[in-house]
């Protein structure tokens, strides 16, 4: 008795109203193995059991959860090659909607289908996805899209391409950190986008990004002909980094395209009715305050900015981090800001540097201007070959002084060693140099390791 109490009580199980939508979800799932469009299906799945009516179209289908615009069509198109292996008739348009679920939304006018504009965002990401193999984290997928789009790529904001493919249902983000693929419905987009892409005549691709128009001038300033300046982006006119550099290094003011700060070196003395010419140094500083990170991290700018540090053709970018100001709260934990930081120097390669304030921050762009002026400032050609001379062994600074008092550069001296028919002259030219206090030859050994040195042609023996 208590076996046919326990069989009574026992619910019979109801037989699926959808046995065919929930057969063909099984088998793509099952041919989606390994990938994350399984987790699609069988989200679909789930829904679809707990579903009691019947569904007459895959478009009923999208008032369940996880059926998407391009699940539903796949299921339509499915449905109409079972009817067509039966030997049905297919269900005109009217009698699909008459025969639809009470419960369906009403019927609306069909909606254009979603085509990503080209070289957009959109269309780069699916493409990027469709020829990858495997997920991808988020900076490898924007990195391996960028050269595909005009535009930066950023964070997936909503926004951005990325919360636009993911509310379309044709991305799908898992995992921590989040790593992206596409949905089956991105894989039908995206594979049609690359047919398209392949079949596209040369003459309709579209052209490689140009440079900005403009004059090309190639030039060059000698050591000793420019002064080093120092250039901040006019949105620092009435900042206190400006402030306190004013008076104290040379600064200018001007519209910088990227960064904040950079050094250009400026013609000395140009001539009359043209203005100096300029050359931009390799290096360029984006400064951020505390508060100004925070912000800059939660609305994408961060991002961009760095893009754009990367792709400006300086080889030295420089980050000035400064520390929150006292009593300040910042918009982002310090945690946050933190990460940001170490991130920019590890994964981005640019320098950080922290600083305590604006004093801090103006004492290291003084310090680096000084170190640029060192390293490209003024400096004659009779410097440089006083430097290589001290290279020599048994060449002191005195002996070096004697000889730029007779040959000044190194021209000078190899015209004169030109000027001798044979090599004992050579060898002997600097040998009764005077140097030092006593007036002393230069003596001929090294005269002629001199003249080895700068008189004979090619590597030397």
């Known amino acids: 008795m208590p076996e046919a109490a326990a069989a009574r009580r026992r619910r ?101 289908e979603y085509q990503p504009l080209p070289r957009s965002g959109a269309r780069a990401l699916l493409l990027t996805l469709h020829k990858s193999s495997e997920p991808l984290p988020e900076a490898e997928l924007l990195r391996q899209a960028q050269p595909l789009c005009d535009q930066p790529l950023t964070l997936a904001a909503p926004k951005g391409a990325l919360g636009t493919l993911l509310r379309r249902d044709l991305l799908q983000r898992s995992g921590h950190p989040p790593r992206y693929s596409l949905t089956p419905c991105g894989q039908i987009l995206a594979q049609r986008l690359a047919a398209a892409a392949s079949e596209a005549p040369p003459e309709e691709q579209p052209p490689p990004p140009s440079p900005p128009p403009g004059p090309e001038v190639e030039f060059e300033l000698r050591p000793g002909e420019f002064d080093i300046v120092l250039c901040a982006d006019i949105t620092e006119a009435n900042g206190p980094v400006p402030s306190l550099l004013r008076g104290r290094v040379p600064l200018t003011l001007r519209r910088l395209h990227v960064g904040d700060f950079l050094w250009v070196a400026r013609e000395r003395d140009p001539p009359a009715g043209r203005p100096p010419r300029e050359l931009v140094l390799d290096v360029v500083v984006e400064r951020k305050s505390g508060s100004d990170l925070g912000s800059s991290l939660s609305d994408g700018r961060y991002r961009e900015q760095k893009f754009r540090l990367g792709r400006c053709g300086l080889r030295q970018p420089v980050y000035l981090l400064e520390e929150l100001e006292q009593g300040e709260t910042p918009s982002l934990p310090l945690t946050t800001l933190r990460q940001a930081a170490v991130s920019t120097q590890v994964v981005d390669g640019f320098f950080v540097k922290c600083t305590g304030g604006p004093q801090e921050s ?24 006083a430097r290589q001379l001290l290279q020599l062994g048994g060449v002191s600074g005195g002996r070096a002084a004697a000889i730029l008092r007779r040959f000044p550069t190194p021209a000078s001296l190899m015209a004169a060693y030109s000027g001798c028919p044979e090599p004992r002259q050579r060898e002997a030219l600097l040998s009764t140099v005077p140097c030092g206090p006593l007036q002393r030859n230069l003596g001929p050994s090294l005269s002629r390791s001199l003249a080895q040195l700068y008189s004979t042609p090619g590597p030397l023996p």
Do not use: M
């Open 12 to 112: 019979r199980r109801r037989p699926s109203p959808n046995p065919l939508f929930a057969r063909w979800l099984r088998e793509w799932r099952d041919e989606a193995a390994g990938t994350q469009a399984k987790g699609v299906y069988e989200r679909a799945l789930r829904s679809l059991a707990r579903y009691p009516l019947r569904l007459r179209s895959g478009r009923a289908a999208a008032i369940l959860k996880n059926f998407g615009p391009a699940l539903c069509r796949r299921l339509d198109l499915r449905l109409r090659q079972h009817r067509a292996e039966q030997g049905h008739a297919p269900s005109p348009p009217t009698e699909e909607r008459s025969t639809e679920t009470p419960l369906a939304p009403p019927t609306r006018c069909p909606r254009r």
């Open 362 to 385: 103006a004492t290291y762009l003084r310090v680096l201007g000084e170190q640029l002026q060192q390293r490209y400032g003024p400096q004659t050609v009779g410097d440089v070959f």
